[in-house]
């Protein structure tokens, strides 16, 4: 599908979702529950500054990374480690208590899913509870505070010092490396896939929510550079 095409879904689904925000925010979070497992809840584990930095830029190919903004975790929330000039912003996430998500978000990302992960992370770290996540981030959408995007957005997932857990809860370190293009309410027919996902092709991820995206394999991992102080 061109990115054009995209473009019209995108128009076309933000002008109905309006006045159903708060009740598809709700039903997405119900499923993402399942995701985040009942007891996901609690501290985050601080890393070494430079080790977060170089895992965030990890996520993404060095030209995409290079010139972004990183943030790094202090143990209660997210703080800039290293200021970008792209409106690229990298980060490492933490949706589950052991796992290491380097992301890179484009711009349009940046200013709109990437905060909901950021306030996600933050209240599961105080050791909050789904439910109260959940009202936070429909609140947010249904006053403004937070945006869906306004045209495909980005997310680069390549680090190969990722360490992912499934949707049961199981470890499956580095995985694959990945792109996440955020659709909202994306399905798998939109797109021509079938109703198995298969990596031979993409993945719609949440379909039918305001966080679906098309997941697309890559070839390659990106390494993580080695933690110095230049990884600032």
Known sequence: ?????L???VARTMA??????TAMVAQTMAAAAQTAGSGNAGPRAVLPRAEEIALARSAAPHDVSDRATVL?????DFEVGAEGTSGVTCYVGRSWV????P????SEGSRTILPMHLLETKMLAEGRSRAEIDAAIAEGLRSGTFRLPSRPAMSYMMSAGQRLISDDGRLVGAWEAHLMIYVPYLTAAD???GD?????AAVVVDPGTPFANLMVVVKDHVAVAEATESNR
């Open 196 to 200: 198995v996902p298969s990596l031979e």
């Open 191 to 193: 797109v021509g896939l």
């Open 72 to 76: 790094v975790w202090n143990g209660t």
């Open 1 to 5: 599908m061109r990115t054009t095409s």
């Open 103 to 106: 992301h890179c978000f484009d």
């Open 7 to 9: 473009g019209r879904m």
């Open 98 to 101: 052991e796992s290491i998500e």
């Open 16 to 21: 109905a979702a309006t006045l159903a925000m």
